[in-house]
């Protein structure tokens, strides 16, 4: 079974910065849309930030507009998350998916951070 | 606050049946034929159950099934067996988001 693998989670104090970075195959990653999703403790899925395959479009959920900044190299088949100002309630697991018309058909194990 | 709401457990014994709902509004669910829905094992990458509403993702057994009626969707699963003890999450395109919203995720348990 595919999955994407996930790294660069850790502990960091509020207001720190910390980059997340996703490794794909690189037959599944050079021509998809990819998405970064969190689940913080007890809490649900969210959509954090999402990228087309060019990378030069890029979509953020509210609650990180202009502190996140996702980007991609597909010359190394690699998905990334720059992530700062970072507070409390970003302490979450972040998984990588590959999206499809609307959905994830792709993901990986997660990375945890924890602010 | 979840864009969707799904109840935050089911439960059923083993060989029954449980149906999952999940709830969005005109501007979700009600519009769109893009529900999905997923399984979260702990440590496990998540998994793609169903997708487009009903359609199954590749491997996933035919007692899962999905379906939708007005702004709910639901996820049944059928012969419950004890690997299907998860979390499950349902999501959909929504009108005006460039991105997919999700439930706030049902803890499944077969007891």
């Known amino acids: 079974e595919v999955e994407l693998v996930e790294s660069g989670g850790g502990l960091v104090q509020p207001g720190g910065s910390l980059r997340l970075s996703c490794a794909a195959p690189?037959?599944?990653?050079?021509?998809?849309?990819m998405t970064w999703v969190r689940r913080a403790p007890g809490k649900g899925l969210e959509s954090v930030a999402k990228?087309?395959?060019?990378?030069?479009?890029?979509w953020y959920a509210d609650s990180v507009k202009g502190r996140f900044t996702i980007s991609r190299d597909n010359s190394k088949n690699s998905l990334y998350l720059e992530m700062d100002s970072l507070s409390v309630e970003d302490s979450a697991v972040y998984y990588c998916?590959?999206?499809?018309?609307?959905?994830?058909?792709?993901w990986g194990r997660g990375t945890m951070v924890t602010v | 606050q979840s864009a969707l709401t799904q109840p935050p457990s089911a439960s059923g014994s083993p060989g029954q049946s449980v149906t999952i709902s999940c709830t969005g509004t005109s501007s979700d669910i009600g519009v769109y034929d893009y529900v999905s829905w997923y399984q979260l094992h702990p440590g496990k990458a998540p998994k793609l159950m169903i997708y487009e509403v009903n359609k199954r993702s590749s491997g996933v057994p035919d007692r899962f099934s999905g379906s939708k009626s007005g702004n709910t969707a639901s996820l049944t699963v059928s012969g419950l067996q004890p690997e299907d003890e998860a979390d499950f999450y349902c999501a959909s395109h929504a009108a005006g988001n460039s991105v997919v919203v999700f439930g706030g995720g049902t803890k499944l348990t077969v007891l």
């Open positions: 998916a590959k999206e499809e018309w609307w959905h994830f058909d792709i």
């Open positions: 990228t087309n395959p060019d990378g030069r479009d890029k």
């Open positions: 690189g037959n599944i990653f050079n021509i998809h849309f």
